[in-house]
């Protein structure tokens, strides 16, 4: 059950890096689904948005921060962000170089298989050639911005204080097995043999060196938190008590409950029936 006062905030998913890939008409569901499931636990005020990969994402930073400001001044309501994958990226880019206004009117962010250090998959085949002129897979490049974070976001004292207050990091990977998202196999199999991989980021490159924030380890391929059953093997049932667990905690001061990355790792490994019909009950 969602706590009473999940509605004094609002909530605003940021997509990645296959989000325009699965917003195509039969193809996905991409965060499309989350909402719908927010909105059956009572949720009021959604958001989601998948910035141009066609564009850096330096410059989407920029636009992060005004989607922020715009849905702000709506209700005044702080915001909860959940982003993926390169949206990490972008969210986390906004946020170093205006600390002041993310702490005004963002109260959590959910980083969910970011691709901190890049992907190493853009070392394969022709994505080598594509990442390097494609100015939004640019940060696929292994390290592309693992310098630019770790001196504005760990270095800078007040941006690590943010980081350590309100920062959740969701790292996801899969051992070598076929119960992977079908568009996530192929790279999967490749990643796979090189260590711990989603299917598009090696676990290890999900993560920020020597920074400080609440850190979650679950076994996700790359597409499984935000698409539908067309694309993941997670089932509504999961991905709906999951996004009530984090934003019950997002509500509570962090000191508040210390177990939570452990009370959610011992919670995923629980059996998740399917949801059959959709239902207006908080969950």
Known sequence: MLRP???????FFFGGILGEILELPFVGNYLKENKELLTEMGITDIGHK???SFRTADHNAQLVKDIINKQYKKSKKPLIIFCHSKGCLEVMLAMKDNV????QKVHRIFCVQPPFQGSAISTFFALKYICGAWPGLKCLNNMYYSQVLQEALVKNKVNHKFLKERVVVIR?????????????MPSHFILGRKGRSDGLVH???QMIPEAQYRELILEL????LFTNKRLSRKTKDFRKGLMSKLINWSLTHPVENDRFPEEIAEWVKLPHKKIKKKSRAIA
């Open 100 to 103: 002041e206004f993310f702490e």
């Open 203 to 205: 676990f290890a490159d």
């Open 172 to 184: 996801g990977y899969k051992s070598m097995t076929r119960e992977v998202s079908w568009i996530i």
């Open 5 to 11: 006062e999940a509605n004094y905030y609002q909530y």
């Open 50 to 52: 998948t910035l141009s």
């Open 221 to 224: 391929d790359h597409a499984d």
